[in-house]
């Protein structure tokens, strides 16, 4: 494998984990253009929502052309592992970074174990709780959405640590969560018990998708906003199921 093809390949690998991170489609042609203008190569890069192509062409040899086809990998948004990824861009060019260096650098970062932070786990228990509180919830509402929140995002860590479709995981979470929360009108816990079960998986919104969507479509990539605008409402409509089999397992009828 001569240079132009190491570089392109490890371009394409690139692509794909910034792709399945949550990384917008302007981030990725501007983090790869980056990369690969340091390497002293030109690239045509095409972003489709489950392949892309990268054209890399010397820019002091042009007869030197490499072009290549990826799948893209999907996986859960992960934002410590998308600003990793995209510092590492310009960790290559601000210390002139040769290509094996970038790719040791790259698959230190792949091969890194995410695993949620008590930090991370009590704040998001704690921001679910406010949205609680935002709706008028009272402070037995609050506990019952902390706690929930709290159980159903460590399931939500275990099952994508697991590799578990990430569809399964939204129901499965949201009907965790939704069991749990329904407890406060099971047992008359406060004054506010409706307002616990309905934002007991506001948590679970995928806003992440939503707003990339919208950037895509700013940034004129159509196809690509509108992969991941249905891909966001697939997983709305499944933290919605989760919602209804949690009321159907604790016998109550929809709000």
Known sequence: MNSTETVAHFLADY???LWGCGATCTRIEKNVDRIAHHFGYDIDLTLLPRHATIVLTGREE???CVALTTSLRPCAINFDL????SALSWNVVDNQLSIDSARHQFYHIISRRYSVEWTTLLLVSL???SFCRLFGGDAAAMAVVFLSTM?????KTVLTGRKLDQRVVFFLCAMLSSTLSASALVFSLGDTPGIALATSVLYLIPGVPYINSASDMIARHYLCAFYRFMDALILTGCLSLGLCAGLMIMNLKPI
């Open 15 to 17: 692509v794909k984990w």
């Open 62 to 64: 042009p007869h030197e």
């Open 82 to 85: 998308n600003s990793r990824l």
């Open 127 to 129: 921001a679910n709780a």
């Open 151 to 155: 159980a159903g995002f460590i399931l």
